[in-house]
């Protein structure tokens, strides 16, 4: 008679919520990836930050990636982080801005004001295409275009998915047109050069932000001290996920296939984190 072995106790699961862009979804993937390797098991709902941001507020998920403060997502903060926690600083100096492609020359645009000039303005598409309407990105996007007067010559900020935005950016630049594209850092377009950053006089487009894995407060404490830990030293720097973030968008690899490639070249820093 074969003698029976009991169970052991079920894995820890834990419900993760992502912001459905891919600089999320790589930084999702290496927290999955640590929680894996301490035996835990990791859920994965993804959506707008309108969906995302209320399932933090509810506590209906136990962790969040991620919240730009004090200022990107301050509003959605704001509303739904007074019960939420930062968990680690997964990046610092993230940021808004409005770029234009490197084929413009800087003398002529080197301000989001300078596109009101009657010459830039001849020259550059009106139509600005972003990413999604509860982006706080967009919602700074449609006050630029207003505060800066662009409206009154023609321009216009629409909203769309990530693949509208991006499609967008990918053939403007292959027609050499001379156009304004929303954008951010960290994010996979910034590797290779091809866009500058217009300054902002006015300020509308905010500061420097952290990047904060962020989760209901205490609903970690129920994990092992050293899973905490190792969350707590999590940080992957603007470098790391701009990486990241190319090998989705330009490699073709998913996101866990990034976050394991990544993990790989970078072992010595992962495995301190893992040493906590």
């Known amino acids: 008679m074969t003698a029976e072995v009991a169970p052991g106790p079920a894995p820890t699961t834990l ?3 992502l912001v459905g862009l891919s600089v999320y979804a ?3 993937a290496v927290v999955q990836e640590l929680l894996e390797r301490l035996d835990m098991q990791v859920q994965i709902v993804t959506g707008p930050h309108d969906e995302i941001f209320p399932l933090l507020g509810r506590g209906a998920v136990d962790l969040m990636v991620a919240a730009w403060l004090p200022e ?3 509003a959605y903060w704001a ?3 007074a019960g939420a926690e930062v968990v680690a600083r997964i990046y610092e100096d993230a940021r808004f801005f409005w770029a234009v492609p490197d084929y413009v020359p800087e003398a002529e645009v080197g ?4 596109l009101a000039q009657p010459a830039v303005a001849d020259r550059t598409t009106k139509l600005i295409q972003g990413i999604g309407p509860a982006a706080t990105l967009s919602t700074m996007s449609r006050q630029v275009v207003i505060d800066y007067g662009l409206d009154e010559l023609g321009y216009a900020f629409r909203t769309g998915v990530a693949a509208d935005w991006i499609a967008a950016h990918d053939k403007a630049v292959s027609d050499r047109r001379w156009f304004v594209f929303p954008t951010w850092t960290p994010q996979y377009l910034n590797r290779d050069g091809g866009l500058r950053p217009l300054a ?3 300020g ?3 500061g420097l932000n952290h990047g904060a894995l962020v989760a209901p407060r205490g609903r970690l404490e129920a994990l092992a001290p050293r899973a905490r830990r190792v969350l707590g030293r999590m940080t992957i720097g603007l470098d790391g996920v701009t990486e990241m973030d190319w090998m989705v968008n330009v490699d073709q690899r998913t996101p866990r296939q990034a976050a394991r490639a990544w993990m ?7 495995e301190s984190w893992l040493r906590a």
């Not at 790989?264 to 992962?270: F, G, K, L, M």
């Open 79 to 81: 509303r739904y982080g």
């Open 26 to 28: 790589v930084v999702g």
């Open 264 to 270: 790989s070249v970078n072992s010595r820093r992962v």
């Open 111 to 114: 301000s989001i004001q300078d």
């Open 204 to 206: 509308l487009l905010g």
């Open 200 to 202: 902002d006089p006015k």
């Open 72 to 74: 990107g997502h301050a």
């Open 15 to 17: 419900v993760m919520g």
